[in-house]
Antibody, heavy 118, light 111 residues
Framework: EVQLVESGGGLVKPGGSLRLSCTAS????????MSWIRQAPGKGLEWVSS????????LYADLAKGRFTISRDNAKNSLDLQMNSLRAEDTAVYYC???????????WGQGALVTVSS | NFMLIQPHSVSESPGKTVIISCTRS????????VQWYQQRPGSAPITVIY?????PSGVPDRFSGSIDTSSNSASLTVSRLKTEDEAEYYC??????????FGGGTKLTVL
């Protein structure tokens, strides 16, 4: 069974940093591209970043450029999102998602809540 | 960059059929696959349609997807509606410069 489990969410002050992790199981992690998607309270889904299986491409939405860094460790079946210079508008549930192929999400994690507030 | 435009809400009675549309603002709807995600309140999204019309295992055959090049839109059809289908539905596509583009979401009410 495919499972994606996010961790590392929590409360952080504006300007602070947080690192989210996603642990994958039930499939060959190193064969799949992965993404982070977020959802602010009461709002729609918003793409944050994607990374290919071999790290040959790394892409960021404008909201993440210069502040967020996506990375993966295929030996540990893990995907990370390092978030710096956090703002109140970054408050959201962050989902880890597996890509069937470029631009096509087939599995989602349960999400990790990030709250940016003083 | 393009946008995907969905109606804010639709409603229908149990047992009936509902169609949710998703219109691409620029570029051809046929250029890149369209996916549909279901999100029940308080839960993570799940994929109900991928590659325009493919249904993942475990998704009931009451869910189907299609595209229409004449209207440059995609559609999600849910037939034989059940109360458990009440959820937010998001369409999604991509292109070379925009890896993941979501529609704004459509709230389906089954009343």
């Amino acid at each position: 069974e495919v499972q994606l489990v996010e961790s590392g969410g929590g409360l952080v002050k504006p300007g602070g940093s947080l690192r989210l992790s996603c642990t994958a199981s039930g499939f060959t992690f190193r064969s799949y591209d992965m993404s982070w998607i977020r959802q602010a309270p009461g709002k729609g889904l918003e793409w944050v970043s994607s990374i290919s299986s071999s790290r040959s491409y790394i892409l960021y939405a404008d909201l993440a450029k210069g502040r967020f860094t996506i990375s993966r460790d295929n030996a540990k079946n893990s995907l990370d999102l390092q978030m710096n210079s956090l703002r109140a508008e970054d408050t959201a549930v962050y989902y880890c998602a597996r890509l069937r192929s470029f631009g096509i999400i087939d599995f989602w994690g349960q999400g990790a809540l990030v709250t940016v507030s003083s | 960059n393009f946008m995907l435009i969905q109606p804010h809400s639709v409603s229908e009675s149990p047992g009936k059929t509902v169609i949710i549309s998703c219109t691409r603002s620029s570029g051809s709807i046929a250029s890149n696959f369209v996916q549909w995600y279901q999100q029940r309140p308080g839960s993570a999204p799940i994929t109900v349609i991928y590659e325009n019309d493919q249904r993942p295992s475990g998704v009931p055959d009451r869910f189907s997807g299609s595209i229409d090049t004449s209207s440059n839109s995609a559609s999600l059809t849910v037939s034989r509606l059940k109360t458990e289908d009440e959820a937010e539905y998001y369409c999604q596509s991509y292109d070379g410069s925009s890896p993941v583009v979501f529609g704004g979401g459509t709230k389906l009410t089954v009343l």
